[in-house]
């Protein structure tokens, strides 16, 4: 058994039951129309969403115009919330969305302009081939208009390097584990969220731990041995090797 | 991946998450150790580190302005949807539509708020026309030489009453000032307007005259107090109940200083409203172009203090400047007085309240136009 210390989820969505009724409350006088209410509960969830975006892109000005997009839909569509998930459940999804919603675009985008870089460097009889070079110069040219991940918000090396390497997982991976160690669900609202089955969130944590880890150490972190992450000798003998 | 992960042989990924989470039994922990390679557990470990520093991030707090942001989108999202619904009166297919946010407004608030529409296309016009006014102004600092004034507009909250009935009477320094809201009253508001007769030549300014005024920022309200602090913590008492009026904080200084700066060749220190002075008076003292309730004497002890500028938020509407002049007259024992200034005064836009950002959500009949209303106070002994 490791003995690394396990910190209690952070609980920063998980509020208390007085927080979560007071909320509904909210929600339920913002349908009937109290917008008084309603402007209550977009102050309430301002940071909220605002961390959620920005985990998610490290960008403060995406960030932000990404916040204002979801909350809009959350004035939108309050009157559609059924009170059958949690709130913050159902503002988190509607923020998700739109944050991956906006990635995928990123994606395409940069992928066609990335084909069209190709076809003319190709049309121009480049002497440089699929090789290093037009690796180089593909890599730089995409790279040179993206926004850079803003790490500075960030206390400490460790947590840059996170930031860095969470930027390297897909928006997907990202997601589930934003909700996950950054927000405080479980695995039932990271389903809803995500809109995946339930039986499948705990293993889909787990690839999405694995390529951070992976984006981690493609970054230049040396995966400290077992023994330096505090196992006990005692539990040597489970190891089989 | 794969090979990532296949350091972790046959073991479940579920049990995998659990370990790395901590949340299994001692019996699961002891399977996964034994069958994991020495490499997969220092991955694991690593992981459940990984997760601490995630979950040790701090907060980021939201950049100030970011409500302001949705209610400015969600005026754009209204406008675009206005002009799509006049392209559809044209014969455009509803599929065409645009909107920044995706679908069109929907649902309940979305039904409510196109029905608005037409009403608040005479709303945003007024707000486009003035934002684009307001800062030009500010920046060039002179007075008199925009438009229309800044209109901003603000919901008038829910169980809005008349001025005078916010704050009724209470004792200062100055007698009772007879003035009680009433059936009375109400009858005076009924009229067609109160008594502005002076035997000026000029014609009377009645109160739509002066809410139009107010409206193209050529407005000012002139009272008379034996205590200026005492007025002030008033005003602002009215501010924190919501309501019709609102004490502003600041007060532009060339306004102020035009509005208290005596006019040349004033008898009285002030001027009727001739000759290029910033903001010129159209009228001063007992002129015809000012609403005055009959000034009445007092026996008061008075405070002695310079003449202040104070600015107040109103609705720009007839009723709101009778109730203040029936407020103020209640509040300090003397008339107040409504007066017309010759150009507009260069006054920011009103900006709204937190709890008024999602005033477009309210009905149509309870939007109302804002506007800025300086208010002259100054010591009994003055005229």
Not at chain 1, 85 to 93: A, D, F, Y
Not at chain 2, 138 to 167: I, Y
Request: hydrophobic share 40%; with cysteine; net charge negative.
């Amino acid at each position: 058994m490791g003995s690394l210390p396990h910190q209690p989820r952070s609980g920063r969505a998980g509020q208390t039951p007085e927080d979560a009724a007071h909320e509904l409350d909210l929600a339920r006088r913002a349908k009937a129309g109290d917008q008084e209410a309603l402007s209550d509960l977009l102050a309430r969830y301002q940071d909220r969403l605002f961390a959620v975006c920005f985990r998610m892109v490290h960008h403060r000005e995406l960030a932000a115009d990404l916040t204002q997009d979801a909350l809009i839909k959350v004035i939108q569509h309050i009157d559609t919330y059924d009170g059958r998930s949690k709130l913050s459940t159902w503002v988190i999804r509607i923020t998700m969305n739109v944050c991956l919603s906006r990635l995928r675009a990123e994606k395409l985008r940069k992928h066609a302009s990335l084909e069209a870089y190709a076809k003319a460097t190709s049309k121009e009889g480049s002497t440089m081939g699929a090789g290093g070079g037009f690796q180089l110069r593909l890599a730089g040219g995409a790279h040179a208009k993206e926004p850079d991940v803003d790490v500075g918000v960030e206390q400490n090396e460790q947590q840059r390097l996170l930031a860095r390497a969470l930027d390297r997982v897909s928006p997907e991976q990202r997601a589930i584990l934003i909700l996950r160690d950054a927000r405080g669900l479980d695995y039932e609202q990271i389903a809803e969220v995500m809109g995946v089955p339930g039986g499948t969130v705990k293993s889909r944590i787990f690839r999405a731990r694995a390529a951070l880890r992976q984006a981690i150490e493609s970054l230049g972190a040396v995966v400290p041995d077992a023994d330096a992450l505090g196992r006990r000798p005692d539990e040597e003998d489970g190891f089989g090797s | 991946m794969k090979s990532e992960l296949a350091q972790f042989g046959t073991v479940d990924e579920a049990l995998l998450a659990g370990y790395v989470e901590g949340d299994l039994t001692p019996e699961d922990e002891l399977r996964v150790e034994r069958q994991v390679s020495r490499e997969g557990m220092a991955s694991l470990l690593a992981m459940r580190a990984d997760a601490q520093t995630l979950r040790s991030m701090g907060e980021v707090a939201a950049p100030a302005g970011l409500l302001a942001g949705v209610a400015d989108a969600i005026e754009r999202d209204l406008l675009l949807n206005m002009r799509d619904e006049g392209e559809d009166l044209g014969g455009v297919p509803a599929g065409r539509r645009r909107t920044r946010h995706g679908p069109a407004l929907g649902g309940k608030f979305g039904h409510a708020m196109r029905s608005r529409q037409a009403a608040l296309a005479a709303v945003l016009a007024l707000l486009v026309g003035g934002g684009a006014l307001v800062l030009p102004t500010l920046m060039r600092g002179g007075p008199g030489r925009s438009g229309p004034g800044p209109l901003v507009l603000a919901p008038r909250p829910e169980g809005e009453r008349d001025l005078a009935l916010l704050d009724p009477p209470v004792p200062t320094e100055i007698p009772a000032s007879g003035f009680e809201p009433g059936p009375a009253h109400r009858d005076l508001a009924l009229e067609p307007a109160p008594s502005m007769a002076d035997p000026g030549a000029k014609p009377e300014l009645t109160l739509a005259q002066a809410a139009r005024l107010l409206g193209e920022r050529r407005l000012v309200l002139r009272a008379k107090a034996t205590n200026v602090e005492d007025l002030r913590s008033w005003l602002a008492r009215i501010d924190e109940r919501g309501g019709s009026v609102r004490l502003c904080e600041f007060v532009p200084g060339e306004v102020a200083h035009a509005l208290l700066t005596p006019e040349p060749g004033a008898p009285d220190g002030g001027a009727p409203g001739r000759g290029p002075a910033p903001i010129a008076m159209a009228s001063e003292g007992e002129g015809p172009d000012r609403i005055d309730l009959r000034e009445r004497t007092s026996g008061a002890l008075v405070t002695r203090f310079e003449p202040v500028v104070l600015m107040l938020e109103v609705n720009a509407e007839s009723q709101t400047l009778e109730a203040a002049l029936r407020a103020f007259k209640a509040r300090t024992g003397f008339d107040a007085v409504l007066e017309e200034v010759a150009e507009p005064m260069p006054l920011p836009g009103a900006r709204p309240a937190a709890d008024e950002l999602l005033w477009w959500t309210r009905p149509a009949s309870e939007w109302k136009t804002r506007a800025l209303l300086p208010v002259v106070i100054e010591p009994p002994g003055m005229k």
